[in-house]
């Protein structure tokens, strides 16, 4: 999907209930373990319409695994036996994650040729750390002009491996090959969020033997056959953040579904201590116009990091908080200090409102704001639904260009927003 155009209509009021669907960081993730299985996986709640999730399923199919997709009832099934590597007439394929594919393929075939990771433009995102897992497991790599090449003939061998840095993508990574190797393999500096929690949860259920100490040490015991496992995709604490600041600023009466509260404690108290008194119980949360303690947002001061504080992913949204809370407020990314391209954008929704810096953006609210109808095109997938937010609390018609950034992240969009009453359409360009 590419080059969609939305037009929106602003001033449309949302009132209904959404359901958080199952994480987009999560999904990915568990359909790429999957392939290092010797028997059939069922995903479920699996957010099955994902662009990112598709691209994923459509290299899987063309190297020879069989999925099966029930949108209706949000279920993968895989059986990744026939799984080899082989020669593709095409390798284009912007999926982020290439490199969780090369375990499932090296298992089967001993060489994985995988996409360059493709995904955002929110600053360098390197793939060097994976190849620091490949090689420190025995593995050869070369950099082709069309594909990354990783041979391991006899599988990966188990090894140490010692993070520079704290890493998601290479935690991930280095726990689906160590998984495949029926010897210990220790993880040094691993990053363990709620979706990498998630990932050893899975990779237990085929009979891998995963501990954990501390935040940040991991030992991995493989196995040679993994079984298979039915196993539930995690709701998607990005989303559900998305539709509880939408429903604030929207002035709306909305019930957000399945909200993972165990996963996003911290960026719900900034919430709370930015005036915003919001009704839950176990499992939803419901916003009315009524959730604003003193009738407008206050504003406030945060800086981004790692679980279990506000992650980098949900920094869009509170920027739109901060332009529409009662002064100036202060958002802080030293994780992603370049995830600013969004801003520019945003900017012609809100001009005189915003300024960015490397690492900060400082925004100037005031609570009876109306943003100002724009033509924007989408840079990164938060920031996309950022612009859409933007553009829906507007009082006239805007256009956001390369708006399939925002389809890639958030699973089934129209329909839902469609259930809330709000339409927005999209053509081709």
């Known amino acids: 999907m590419n080059d969609i155009i939305a037009h929106i209509k602003g001033g449309q009021v949302p009132s209904g209930k959404v359901k958080v669907s199952g994480a987009k960081n999560a999904a990915t993730r568990l359909l790429a373990a999957a392939l290092i299985s010797d028997e059939k996986i069922v995903l479920e709640n699996f957010p099955t319409e994902l662009v990112d999730a598709n691209y994923k399923i459509d290299f899987i199919k063309n190297s020879g695994g069989s999925i099966d997709v029930n949108n209706d009832e949000e279920i993968l099934i895989i059986d990744s036996c026939s799984l080899k590597d082989k020669k593709l007439d095409n390798y284009n394929y912007p999926i982020r994650t290439t490199y969780l ?3 499932g393929l090296i298992k089967r075939s001993g060489m994985a040729r995988i996409p360059y990771p493709g995904g955002c433009k929110i600053g360098n995102r390197g793939y060097d750390l ?18 990354i090449e990783v041979t391991a003939t006899n599988g990966f ?22 998984s495949t190797i029926a010897g210990v393999t220790t ?28 935040n940040s040490f991991i030992t991995v015991t493989g196995r040679n056959y993994l079984q298979g496992s039915i196993f539930q995709v995690m709701p998607d604490r990005i989303e559900a953040l998305t539709w509880i600041v939408y429903g604030v600023l929207s002035g709306g009466d909305i019930t957000i579904e399945d909200v993972p509260f165990d996963s996003m404690e911290i960026p719900l108290l ?9 009704y839950s119980n176990k499992q939803n949360v419901h916003i009315t116009p009524e959730c604003l303690t003193n009738g407008v947002i206050q504003p406030f001061e945060l800086a981004t990091g790692t679980h279990p504080g506000v992650i980098s992913d949900m920094q869009p949204f509170y920027v739109l908080l901060g332009l529409h809370a009662d002064g100036i407020s202060r958002v802080y990314d030293y994780r992603y200090p370049e995830r600013l391209k969004y801003c520019e954008e945003l900017s012609k929704f809100y001009p005189e409102q915003l300024e960015w810096e490397k690492g900060a953006i400082t925004t100037f609210g005031t609570n009876k704001i109306k943003p100002k109808s724009a033509i924007a095109i989408s840079t990164d997938l938060r920031g996309s639904m950022a612009l859409v937010i933007a553009a829906l609390l507007t009082e006239g018609e805007s256009r956001i260009e390369n708006v399939e950034m925002a389809l890639r992240g958030y699973n089934k969009l129209e329909s839902k927003l469609a259930s809330l009453g709000v339409i927005i359409s999209t053509t081709k360009k």
């Open 101 to 103: 594919l090369v375990p």
């Open 187 to 214: 993880i040094k500096n691993a990053y363990i969020s709620p979706e990498v929690n998630s990932l050893i949860e899975f990779l237990r259920s085929m009979g891998a033997k995963i501990d954990v100490v501390g």
């Open 130 to 147: 994976h190849i620091m897992v490949w090689e420190a497991l025995g593995a050869k790599v070369e950099e082709k002009d069309e594909y």
């Open 157 to 178: 061998t188990s090894g140490n491996i010692d993070f520079p840095i704290s890493t998601i993508g290479g935690t991930e990574s280095a726990l689906i090959c160590a």
């Open 270 to 278: 900034h919430l709370r201590e930015a005036g915003i008194d919001f």
